[in-house]
């Protein structure tokens, strides 16, 4: 039985009833029989028509519900996972870690999930591991099972030991999703520091982070010319650009297959830039770029002018900073213990280049600026060298995909900033790796993000995409004895950001 509202004209007016109808069989078909006319629902009492319906329910055995009987439990970040579940299953991401990390046992701890918790994590409020293990009951998982502190520790040991494992398995799945071209693979170093000085990986190295008198790691990071990171390695803080950039080719040869590649800072660098005095063709406010052709060999000098001011400040700095230091060497060590010193500074600070030291013939402790180097630095502000053997591409098309460069560099300071790459917590060097890969890790998910959010011709950037979805909740409802999951109603905005990434409807009530 159920209520249906049957419309009647009489005397030029339609009326409404409500009435009380069943289905029944009769010949054949299937009719609706009338069992009671409640009246013009018009003129029905709503008060009297609600009695009445509780009146009914006690004959079916069945408490009535009452709106004060509804309690609020609690209200559940739903629209940031929602996005991140739906680039995660995209990129059959649990497989991808259940392959790589070997589950054929039966292991009890679902590293999947953790995976999956930390990464969200990362993206909407980066916290220490310790601390997510109460964040995350503040976001609906489908799993009642909450992870502990030990089962991010162990998750992060396996993200490392099963690193080249996981990117092999992500590249293949883009390429198949996105049909990755990669012609140009770009590649970068930032640093990040630390506070302690537990971890073995943490050296005295170039300071990416301004501050040359804390101990780093280094992080290189292969992206497309689309921004998409498909690898990664952490380094030694005191390793050099050089040795990262060997093993990375190396690494790129072996597991990819990719030969071009964006150097920088290589030994070529003054030999390019003597053999051309043509003006930079301005490709917009933050990439000027000439060319010079030797043999089969093409160089794009690129400058970068917000890097050239970045640049220049930078060795300001480290200028005032290490001469500062030599000014408060003390007056009563000799001139050699002076010099000795002077060369240590020099070294840990990495600013051999801008000083000239020595012990002049009065057998006193000098030192003065090396001016010729630092005019010659001027030069290189700012300026990098693309190398390329290919020929069926223009100039301009290799350095318009260069621009994704200042992107990449981006890339580094949101890794830090906005994926909070900082501080790390953790002294264990494969617990650091860990902690890097799933930073890195969510770094793709927001670049897709961004991918689907401009394929859709939205106008969101990835960070007001989540902040948006942050108010899309899921409410825990307690009502009769059951618990009812309802999300709140869901704006343009949300609807347009979802249906981005493959989620056309939201599914607005749940049953616990």
Not at 405 to 421: G, S, Y
């Amino acid at each position: 039985m159920y209520t249906r509202i049957s419309k009647v004209k009489y005397a030029g007016k339609t009326y409404r009833y409500l009435r009380i109808v069943e289905s029944i069989w009769r010949k054949g078909k299937v009719i609706q029989r009338v069992i009671a006319n409640l009246g013009d629902i018009n003129l029905i009492d709503k008060d009297n028509l609600y009695h009445l319906s509780v009146s009914l329910a006690r004959y079916a055995g069945k408490k009535p519900l009452s709106i004060e009987e509804l309690e609020s439990v609690s209200a559940l970040h739903y629209g940031e996972i929602l996005l991140t579940k739906a680039i995660w299953d995209s990129l059959h991401f649990e497989s991808i870690l259940k392959s790589a990390l070997s589950l054929k046992k039966k292991i009890k701890l679902d590293y999947p999930l953790c995976v999956f918790i930390m990464l969200v994590n990362r993206l909407i409020a980066p916290k220490s591991k310790l601390a997510i293990t109460k964040w995350q009951e503040r976001i609906y998982i489908e799993k009642d099972t909450k992870p502990k502190y030990q089962h991010f520790l162990r998750t992060l040991n396996y993200l490392a030991k099963s690193k080249e494992k996981i990117e092999e398995s992500l590249f293949s799945r883009l390429t198949d999703l996105f049909s990755l071209k990669l012609n140009i693979i770009f590649y970068d170093l930032t640093s990040t520091y630390f506070e302690g000085k537990s971890c073995p990986l943490a050296k005295f190295g170039y300071s990416r982070d301004r501050l040359p008198d804390k101990k780093q790691i280094v992080l290189g990071l292969l992206v497309t010319d689309e921004g998409l990171p498909i690898a990664h390695q952490v380094y030694n803080g005191n390793l050099s650009d050089k040795t990262t950039l060997k093993a990375t080719i190396d690494t790129l040869k072996k597991r990819f297959q990719i030969k071009p590649l964006r150097k920088r800072n290589s030994d070529e660098v003054k030999n390019i830039l003597k053999t051309t005095s043509r003006n930079y063709t301005i490709l917009s406010n933050i990439l000027h770029f000439k060319e010079v052709v030797s043999k089969d060999i093409r160089y794009l000098i690129c400058k970068n002018p917000q890097k050239q001011r970045d640049d220049r400040i930078f060795r300001d700095n480290l200028i005032k900073i290490v001469s500062v230091e030599f000014m408060q060497l003390s007056k009563r060590i000799d001139a050699q213990s002076k010099l000795k010193k002077a060369a240590e500074i020099l070294a840990l600070k990495k600013a051999k280049r801008y000083f000239v030291i020595g012990i002049d013939k009065q057998n006193n402790f000098f030192w003065n600026l090396n001016e010729e180097a630092i005019s010659y630095e001027k030069e290189l502000d700012g300026v990098y060298i693309l190398k390329t053997n290919v020929q069926d591409i223009s100039a301009y098309e290799v350095v318009k995909a260069y621009k994704n460069l200042c992107q990449v560099e981006d890339a580094f300071r949101e890794i830090k900033d906005f994926l909070k790459l900082r501080p790390i917590y953790h002294y264990s060097p494969t617990r650091v790796k860990g902690h890097v890969m799933v930073c890195v890790l969510a770094y793709l998910i927001e670049k897709l993000l961004e991918k689907s959010l401009k394929e859709a011709n939205l106008p969101f950037s990835p960070r007001e995409a989540l902040d948006y979805l942050s108010t899309l909740r899921l409410v825990e409802n307690k009502l009769a004895g059951r618990h009812l999951l309802c999300v709140t109603t869901p704006s343009q905005e949300h609807r347009q950001i979802l249906k981005s990434v493959g989620i056309p409807k939201i599914q607005k009530i749940f049953q616990k």
